[in-house]
């Protein structure tokens, strides 16, 4: 009996290690505890003007650190053919391994890329979590 003991602790014990440690890189099934998530909402919507892809428009919403990592911010919307109701911006950030070169913030504003189905044209923009309308800001010269 303690023989089998030994040898399932042989084998559970670096099972259980690979488990944590991937974890705390953000991989398998305890990604959970090496991930650090945040919910922002969306305070308004960008357009990239001319040039940019008409299907992309900037999420931007209020991020008090200096900065942030490329692909660090997600967010989702729901369309129809007179309305975009944008949800949560989510910021989820590994706790351990990796850097990132940081990009910077302007005015205490970040944005995500939010890639439409159609391009945003005349529908209205608002915000999922209470239906308030979002600007929709154009660069100068569009």
């Not at 967010?75 to 109701?85: D, G, H, N, P």
């Not at 945003?120 to 569009?142: H, I």
């Amino acid at each position: 009996m303690r023989r089998k003991l030994r040898i399932a602790a042989f084998v559970a014990v670096p099972v259980v290690l690979v488990l944590i440690v991937a974890g705390c890189l953000g991989a398998g099934p305890l990604s959970a505890i090496g991930v650090d998530e945040r919910r922002v909402e969306p305070r308004s919507v960008a357009l990239l003007g001319q040039g940019g892809d008409p299907l992309v428009v900037m999420v931007r919403f209020p991020w008090p650190g200096d900065g942030f990592c490329s692909g660090q911010f997600h967010v989702e919307a729901t369309e129809s053919a007179t309305q975009v109701r944008v949800g949560t911006v989510v910021s989820r950030v590994t706790r351990w391994g990796g850097t990132c070169a940081g990009l910077g913030t302007v005015d205490g504003m970040a944005a995500a890329e939010l890639r439409l189905s159609t391009p945003l044209g005349l529908r209205e923009v608002v915000r999922a979590r209470d239906g308030a309308r979002l600007p929709v800001l154009v660069p100068p010269g569009s």
